[in-house]
């Protein structure tokens, strides 16, 4: 994962949650381990994915970046990647979702802080089912409001 802020450009803070003590390499993008938990499955029955939040431990920096994406309003970036079994290698890339950030919460009684996230885009389904997606209609605006009329 790695922060994007509204002008397009990428924030040098990005991680990975999968090689402890490891940074990885990936689409010429360094990942160094941190210890994050995403939850990015939230959706409703018609199929709106329009909450998750990303967790991890509170640490000053950690705290800082989330609490600065949630005030600027940056994108977060959420790649999922194929591993290879043999060597650990990343092959390829199954998945990538963009999310805005809304919100920290952070609980001094507690270990951990949450960055809540919104749907940068609610997705669309008709009646035929389908969903708004890059592939039907290109590259999708990341802000603004759609409406089916």
């Known amino acids: 994962m790695r ?6 450009s990428y924030t040098t803070w990005a991680a990975q949650n999968l090689f402890p003590g490891e940074s990885k ?13 995403i939850a ?8 709106d994915r329009s909450e998750a939040a990303v ?7 950690t705290l800082n970046v989330f609490r600065e994406a949630a005030k600027e ?10 591993v290879n079994r ?3 290698s990343l092959d390829a890339l199954l998945c990538s979702e963009i999310w805005s950030c809304s919100q920290v919460q952070y609980d001094t009684s507690q270990e951990g802080v949450v960055l809540q996230l919104a749907s940068s885009l609610d997705s669309v389904r008709t ?9 039907l ?10 409406s089916l009329r």
């Open 3 to 8: 922060f994007k802020r509204r002008d397009g």
């Open 40 to 47: 990015t499955n939230a959706s409703t029955q018609g199929g």
């Open 137 to 146: 209609v290109g590259a999708l605006p990341t802000s603004g409001t759609l």
């Open 55 to 61: 967790s991890t431990v509170a640490d000053d920096l």
């Open 25 to 37: 390499t990936f689409q010429s993008v360094s990942y160094p381990f941190v210890p994050i938990a």
């Open 127 to 135: 009646i035929g089912g389908r969903v708004l997606s890059q592939f």
């Open 86 to 88: 043999s060597d650990f």
């Open 73 to 82: 309003d940056w994108l977060l970036e959420v790649k999922t990647v194929k």
